[in-house]
């Protein structure tokens, strides 16, 4: 990928609860109850600067404005209802955008221990810092530049079902419809010869369809959780494909493609000497179909997170972690000396960069500094 850009120079963030009043009369009689009716959000501005790919020059890499508009309505304690709207206007990717999107919006119902929410959601897995791989429900923008991670990720339509035991939780999600995440295809290069065809992704059958399950164990000093998922993996790979219509064109024609698998994962947080918290997460990915000869389908592999974190008084915190994988059945990729065989090569290596599987064995470390201002 050529396109580097630099950190965050600026970021401008106004939260502001804009609207938080009852709009029943029955909420408005007593400002003790929970109100019916809730509308606030936040302005923010932000922007990116970084160095012009092949150059030395600097460009504006992304700057922008964003209002959030967030609704919030509940019938006493029978169920609710939630929707988010942000709209973003300004310049990023050398392009002027202007954009209106409907974040989340979906109802709950609350019947006994049983909570069900059904629309447009996002759900987040995982206790780590930022890298999750217990985390595969719904997508992410890839694309995304804000200076909050949660930012990349995208809603879906799907049903979550919660059955609560203090202190144990089940978790129960089922998504009907495929939905993949950006992949930033444009910002990848290609060698000659290679030609990105339309995407091939599942339709909206049943057999299609992505459930989920996890438990919960919530105790006063330590939290933790094993989970399940079998469904298609929203970050697709990239195959070849027929070439398109009409007269044929050298090269190879290569599309992305998503594939099924199945995760089982683990998860805690906890926290030691009074101040200092633990947590870790771990997930084992089998996929379906043959990786030995499907360039798409990445091996199954062992991601593992261990981190840990620290606040300090004058609203400072620390995170550090270790990240780690492990991939099976690991076979080494060489360059082939003939040049009809470029092509191939060179997809097996993307998806290998898609994957992070270039390696046996990897390790690395996260660390995230944070200075809250505002609060």
């Given at each position: 990928m050529n396109v580097k850009w630099m950190g965050l120079v600026l970021i401008l963030f106004l939260s502001t609860n804009a609207l938080g009043q009852g709009l029943f009369e029955e909420a408005e009689k007593s400002k003790d109850k929970e109100k019916a009716f809730e509308l606030n959000g936040y302005l923010r501005s932000t922007f990116y600067l970084g160095k012009v790919p092949e150059e030395n020059n600097g460009e504006l890499k992304s700057g922008y404005g964003e209002f959030?508009?967030?609704?919030?309505?509940?019938?006493?304690?029978?169920?609710?209802?939630?929707?988010?709207?942000?709209?973003?206007?300004?310049?990023?990717?050398?392009?002027?955008?202007?954009?209106?999107n409907l974040r989340e919006a979906y109802v709950s119902a609350y019947l006994g221990r049983f909570d069900f929410k059904l629309g447009h959601q996002i759900v987040v897995w995982g206790r780590a810092d930022g890298i999750n791989p217990t985390d595969n429900i719904t997508p992410k923008n890839m694309l995304n530049r804000s200076p909050d991670e949660d930012d990349k990720r995208v809603a879906n339509f799907l049903l979550r079902a919660l059955y609560n035991a203090q202190p144990v939780r089940f978790e129960f999600i089922w998504v009907p419809v495929f939905k993949p995440s950006v992949v930033p295809t444009d910002l990848i290069e290609f060698p000659p010869g290679i030609i990105l065809g339309d995407p091939v992704y599942p339709d909206a059958s049943l057999e299609n369809s992505a459930f989920a399950a996890k438990l919960n164990l919530e105790l006063a000093a330590f939290d933790g959780s094993l989970s399940y998922f079998d469904g298609h993996n929203p970050f697709p790979g990239i195959s070849p494909s027929?070439?398109?219509?009409?007269?044929?064109?050298?090269?190879?024609?290569?599309?992305?493609?998503?594939?099924?698998?199945?995760?089982f994962g683990a998860d805690f947080s906890t926290t030691v000497a009074g101040s200092f918290g633990l947590r870790g997460e771990v997930a084992y990915a089998k996929p379906f179909g043959d990786y030995a000869i499907s360039a798409h389908i990445p091996n199954?592999?062992?991601?593992?997170?261990?981190?840990?974190?620290?606040?300090?008084?004058?609203?400072?915190?620390?995170?550090?972690?270790?990240?780690?994988?492990?991939?099976?059945?690991?076979?080494?990729?060489?360059?082939?000396?003939?040049?009809?065989?470029?092509?191939?090569?060179?997809?097996?290596?993307?998806?290998?960069?898609?994957?992070?599987?270039?390696?046996?064995?990897?390790?690395?470390?996260?660390?995230?500094?944070?200075?809250?201002?505002?609060?």
């Open positions: 959030s508009l967030k609704l919030k309505a509940r019938k006493k304690s029978f169920g609710s209802a939630f929707a988010e709207v942000r709209f973003r206007n300004g310049h990023e990717f050398n392009n002027q955008i202007s954009e209106l027929p070439p398109p219509p009409g007269p044929p064109v050298p090269g190879l024609t290569i599309s992305l493609e998503s594939y099924r698998m199945r995760v199954p592999d062992l991601r593992y997170v261990f981190g840990m974190d620290k606040e300090f008084s004058g609203n400072f915190s620390i995170i550090l972690q270790y990240i780690g994988k492990y991939v099976y059945d690991f076979v080494p990729i060489v360059e082939p000396s003939d040049p009809a065989d470029i092509p191939a090569y060179e997809l097996e290596l993307k998806n290998r960069i898609i994957t992070s599987q270039q390696y046996k064995t990897s390790h690395s470390f996260s660390f995230r500094l944070g200075w809250n201002l505002l609060h």
